[in-house]
């Protein structure tokens, strides 16, 4: 938690240092890699939202009959502290957008999911498994421009997609995808 909160001091931080007229010409890039779902771990005080949840991550508790709620709620309890962190992250990026006319590309996404023995095979965590539970991971755009706002993409789309997104979109790239890439447009539901 400490981590992931100087973490978004020094995003804030940066953004508050910027400029606003600079910004406003000069393309920004940030990339925040929030580790607490890693850790699986909060002071009590802030291990309260969810209950009833285990006061750390004990792996050497976890086995196929465990039933998984404590630790879940655990994990719940991490992600939701996170997800106050992100909400300042937002509020900066809104702020700077209102000074400066311009829309943020924000994208929101994991780099895999956690297994909490869903199908009753005693896989825990990620890296253990290709379950659905550990290959699925969130993935949340904000394009800026309107045409795209609050649509959902039912189709299948994969982590290569997001470098020709904004290659084609935002960075002028005329290249084909495949030239460099193994992706798509996310849009393309090919």
């Known amino acids: 938690l400490e981590s992931d909160e ?47 949840a285990w006061e750390y991550a004990d792996y050497t508790r976890l086995n196929n009959d465990l039933n998984p709620t404590e630790f879940w709620n655990l994990y719940r309890n991490c992600l939701y502290e996170d997800d106050l962190l992100l909400g300042k992250v937002f509020d900066a990026i809104e702020e700077r957008e209102a000074a400066t006319g311009r829309k943020a590309l924000v994208i929101l996404s994991g780099d895999h999911g956690q297994e909490f023995n869903e199908n009753l095979h005693n896989y825990w965590g990620h890296s253990s498994n290709f379950s659905k539970a550990q290959i699925r991971v969130p993935l949340v755009v904000r394009f800026p421009g309107g045409d795209d706002a609050g649509k959902v993409l039912g189709h299948r789309t994969t982590h290569y997609d997001v470098v020709p997104t904004i290659m084609g979109r935002y960075l002028g790239v005329e290249n084909e995808p495949e030239v460099y890439s193994l992706g798509y447009d996310l849009t393309d539901s090919v």
């Open 6 to 52: 100087k973490l978004t001091a020094r995003f804030l931080a940066d953004m508050a240092s910027r400029d606003a007229d600079s910004a406003a010409v000069n393309p920004h890039f940030s990339f925040l890699f929030y580790d607490l779902p890693h850790a699986i771990a909060l002071p009590a005080e802030r291990n309260t939202r969810f209950t009833p």
